[in-house]
């Protein structure tokens, strides 16, 4: 107990490796140029040049680290970053690594969103779309196998899939329910000893690395300002909260609970403490709220938004601050609209990824000194599970809405299930789309090239 409250980690004078601070600011700054590909791609950036190159952290640290990512809510990639800029050079090493992380893609996005709802009505422009949503349909298809792959190996995570599909599909119950159930499920299971339990995950490297701990800067043992302590856990985690509570407060007792502001703050603070599992399990969130409840943009809006989260760096999750800048262009009241939109981006990014910062400066103490801990195990390999369900969910929606112009609802047996009209079928939408399914899983052509190629080809169809 003593070492507990001994030591602040704030203040430590030491982080036990000659690593300049300057040069992993310049290192995090190139990892985040480097960040396109959704997360398998930024973890594999960063294990490369953290691991391998730059030899800062060890194989097992690094996967300890994404691991505990892996079972927070949000972005797992740019998490890692924090917990890894925290290890190296304490809090503001983290602070650093987090915000470099997100910053290029969200002024690539908040570019693009102008441009988006600007010129969107020119032929180029929204051919350019028309094309992204082909690409980004065979992109949400990899996923669903990459993460099933990686995953989906014995009976029990199978069924956790399952069950999480058939729930979210049939019966649109809500993300928060399913992720919940399937973690203490995978708990439990891996409490018990289960070897059913034991995948363990990470999207990884995409190769074995053979770097030991003991051969890094920051060698083996745990850093003196990583040590758990109690009070920085709480100073730290009272200064975030207030960062992200406080504002959400003052924008609804200001403008009231109605207000498109006051809305956006809540949901994607909501969104923030339930969304595991990563960005494409947010899409599956957000379109089930923001779209079908809340009405704020359209389906096919919501694939345009991929489309430019994918082709930029940083996070997928990014996709949201599309999100909050069309919700607020088109509620804007008395301010300009593209003020109000601005705004509602930048809040919307603010209340996602603030909490990222306290899940890591508050856990990440304690979780150094886990490791191997099966039940935790366990629970992240459920979850996982559940999300290759939620992800599926997510490509067939999305399929509807991009390749049909209209679709119905069926009742039915206690169920209510979207199908399409085939007789608005796009002939067009389908052949582009089945184009960029062979390119990506027949000709393994890397998703940049793709979803570039099919941008252009959908301008030139449609000028």
């Not at 993300?175 to 399937?182: E, H, N, R």
């Not at 052949?431 to 399914?437: C, E």
């Amino acid at each position: 107990m003593d070492q507990i409250t001994k030591t602040d980690p704030a203040a430590a004078g030491s982080p036990g490796h000659d690593i300049p601070f300057g040069e992993a600011v310049r290192v995090w700054a190139r990892i985040a140029a480097l960040s396109f590909g959704g997360p398998a791609g930024q973890i594999a950036v960063m294990h490369r040049i953290l691991v391998e190159e730059k030899r800062w952290i060890g194989e097992h640290r690094f996967l300890h680290a994404l691991n505990y990512c892996m079972l927070l809510p949000g972005p797992e990639a740019q998490q890692l970053a924090i917990y890894v800029g925290w290890l190296l050079h304490r809090t503001m090493g983290g602070l650093v690594a987090g915000v470099l992380f997100i910053l290029p893609g969200f002024l690539s996005i908040l570019a693009l969103s102008f441009v988006y709802v600007i010129y969107g009505e020119v032929d180029v422009v929204e051919g350019l779309f028309f094309g992204l949503k082909a690409a980004v349909l065979a992109v949400v298809l990899q996923a669903v196998l990459r993460i099933g792959g990686r995953v989906l190996k014995n009976p029990a995570v199978v069924s956790i899939a399952i069950v999480a599909f058939v729930a979210i599909f049939a019966f649109n119950v809500p993300f928060p329910i399913i992720i919940v159930a399937a973690g203490l499920v995978g708990y439990v299971g891996g409490r018990s000893g289960s070897h059913w339990f034991r995948l363990g995950g990470g999207h990884g490297s995409g190769k074995d690395s053979t770097v030991p701990d003991t051969d890094t800067a920051l060698g083996d043992r745990l850093p003196d300002h990583a040590q758990p302590n109690i009070g920085w856990s709480l100073r730290i985690s009272g200064v975030l909260l207030a960062l992200w509570l406080v504002p959400v407060a003052a924008f609804v007792l200001v403008l009231g609970q109605d207000d498109v502001f006051s809305q956006l703050a809540v949901f994607f603070s909501q969104m923030a403490v339930v969304t595991f599992g990563g960005a494409y399990a947010v899409l599956g969130y957000v379109a089930q709220e923001a779209v079908q409840n809340l009405g704020w943009l359209e389906p096919g809006e919501m694939l345009d938004g991929l489309g430019m989260a994918e082709t930029t760096p940083g996070p997928l999750i990014m996709v949201v601050q599309f999100v909050g800048f069309l919700a607020a262009y088109r509620e804007a009241g008395g301010l300009h609209p593209l003020g109000a939109a601005t705004f509602g981006a930048i809040l919307t990014t603010w209340v996602t990824f603030i909490p990222c910062f306290l899940w890591i400066f508050l856990g990440a103490p304690f979780i150094e000194r886990l490791r191997d801990n099966l039940a935790l195990t366990g629970a992240m390999t459920a979850i996982t599970a559940a999300v290759v369900g939620v992800i599926m969910n997510l490509a067939i929606w999305f399929s509807m809405h991009a390749l049909f112009g209209e679709v119905t609802t069926w009742r039915g047996l206690g169920t209510e299930i979207e199908v399409p009209l085939f007789q608005t079928l796009d002939w067009t939408a389908l052949a582009l789309t089945a184009a960029a399914v062979i390119a990506v899983f027949g000709f393994k052509v890397g998703m940049i090239k793709v979803l570039l190629a099919c941008a252009l080809v959908g301008a030139a169809i449609h000028v």
